[in-house]
Antibody, heavy 118, light 110 residues
Framework: EVQLLESGGGLVQPGGSLRLSCAAS????????MNWVRQAPGRGLEWVST????????YYADSVKGRFTISRDNSKDTLYLQMNSLRAEDTGLYYC???????????WGQGTLVTVSS | QSALTQPASVSGSPGQSITISCTGT?????????VSWYQQHPGKAPKLMIY???KRPSGVSYRFSGSKSGNTASLTISGLQAEDEADYSC??????????FGTGTNVTVL
C-alpha cells in the first residue's frame, strides 16, 4: 500500500524558513517523479514543484522560484521542500504527491500545515 | 500560470447527472491530453478520479467520466449520490513538467 507522510509544517514569521519532509513507502520511490502541491485556506490546489526520480531535474511554479528548493534522498525514500523567504501568501496545507505518469498525481499525503504570520 | 477556470459550485438531485467545466488555454488544456480530475472531501487528501482526459483509475466508479473540447475539459457525474458531495478540481499539464490546477468546484447533492 502506497503511503506518503508529510511533516515539518508550523508557524513561521515572514522572511523565515521551513523544511518539509515526505516519507514514502509502498512503491519503488526512486522510479517516480514526486511533487509538492499546496492549498491556501479556502482556495484551490496549486502546483508548487516537481522533482524527477533521479533527483536531477527540478521544476517550480513561478510563485516560489528562487525561494523554494525541492530535493530527495532515495536511500531514505524521502522527499523534501526547503522553503526560504516565506511570505504570508505561502500559508496553506502542503501536500506531497506521487506522479502516476506524466500528467496526473495518483497518491497524496494528508498534508502538513504551514502558517506564515507575525 | 493562471489557474484554470471552474464554476464555484454545481448542484444536483440524487440520480441526476451534473457536469463541471474547466476552461484553460491553448497552452495547457488545448495543447495536451493530460487533464486530470480530483475529488476532495472536507479535511481529506485529494483523490484522483480521471486522468489523461477520460481514463478512470482502478476503483473509481463508472459514474465518473471526462472529456475535452478545445480549451475546455469537463467532468460528468452520472447517477449522482450523496457520497459524491465534495470539492472537485481539474488539473492540466502545461509543458516543461509544470502543471496548473483549476479554481475548484463544490458539488452539492440536494
Amino acid at each position: 500500500e502506497v503511503q506518503l507522510l508529510e511533516s515539518g509544517g508550523g508557524l513561521v514569521q515572514p522572511g523565515g524558513s521551513l523544511r518539509l519532509s515526505c516519507a514514502a513507502s509502498g512503491f519503488t520511490f526512486n522510479t517516480y517523479a514526486m511533487n509538492w502541491v499546496r492549498q491556501a485556506p479556502g482556495r484551490g490546489l496549486e502546483w508548487v514543484s516537481t522533482l524527477s526520480g533521479s533527483g536531477g531535474s527540478t521544476y517550480y511554479a513561478d510563485s516560489v522560484k528562487g525561494r523554494f528548493t525541492i530535493s530527495r534522498d532515495n536511500s531514505k525514500d524521502t522527499l523534501y521542500l526547503q522553503m526560504n523567504s516565506l511570505r504570508a501568501e505561502d500559508t496553506g496545507l502542503y501536500y506531497c504527491a506521487k506522479i502516476r505518469q506524466l500528467g496526473s498525481f495518483d497518491y497524496w499525503g494528508q498534508g502538513t500545515l504551514v502558517t506564515v504570520s507575525s | 500560470q493562471s489557474a484554470l477556470t471552474q464554476p464555484a459550485s454545481v448542484s444536483g438531485s440524487p440520480g441526476q447527472s451534473i457536469t463541471i467545466s474547466c476552461t484553460g488555454t491553448s497552452s495547457d488544456i488545448g495543447y495536451y491530453d493530460y487533464v486530470s480530475w480530483y475529488q476532495q472531501h472536507p479535511g481529506k487528501a485529494p483523490k484522483l478520479m480521471i486522468y489523461d482526459v477520460s481514463k478512470r483509475p482502478s476503483g473509481v466508479s463508472y459514474r465518473f467520466s471526462g472529456s475535452k473540447s478545445g480549451n475546455t475539459a469537463s467532468l460528468t457525474i452520472s447517477g449522482l449520490q450523496a457520497e459524491d458531495e465534495a470539492d472537485y478540481s481539474c488539473c492540466s499539464y502545461a509543458g516543461y513538467s509544470t502543471y496548473v490546477f483549476g479554481t475548484g468546484t463544490n458539488v452539492t447533492v440536494l
